[in-house]
């Protein structure tokens, strides 16, 4: 049976959707960008730090759904810039690290919501 996932440890949906759906063992996360829950502002300070936001909002949602980062099985990133890569890499790789990292792509797109640079989205096992 589909259960949803909410929770307000991240951004709430800002449209018809939700942060996560989980189905039959899988949680499939929507695609999280640099939102801080609390306050509801950007975090745009430096790809790094905004980079550090979007996964701490994938986090807040794996673990709401009673996963973890751990579980994760793919994620998908967009950036705008993909110069950037390396620098996303270097935050990106103290979340994932190498014994339990997903299986990725990290693709170019030209606009992202609200203009950010990254956003991620994640399918995980609960």
Do not use: C, W
């Not at 259960?3 to 307000?8: A, E, G, I, S």
């Amino acid at each position: 049976m589909k259960q949803l996932v909410n929770t307000p440890n991240a951004p709430l949906p800002i449209g018809p959707y939700n942060q996560a759906v989980a189905y039959n063992g899988l949680l499939f996360v929507s695609g999280q960008i640099a939102i801080d829950p609390p306050t509801g502002d950007l975090v745009l300070d430096n790809i790094e730090a905004e980079t550090h936001q979007v996964l701490q909002n994938v986090k807040a949602i794996v673990e709401a759904a009673g996963s973890s980062l751990e579980k994760v099985l793919k994620a998908s990133v967009f950036v705008k810039d993909m110069n950037l890569f390396g620098r996303i890499n270097v935050v990106y790789g103290e979340y994932f690290k190498p014994e339990f990292a997903p299986a990725r792509e990290l693709v170019q797109v030209s606009e992202l919501p609200k203009f950010v640079n990254i956003e991620i989205s994640v399918i995980a096992h609960q």
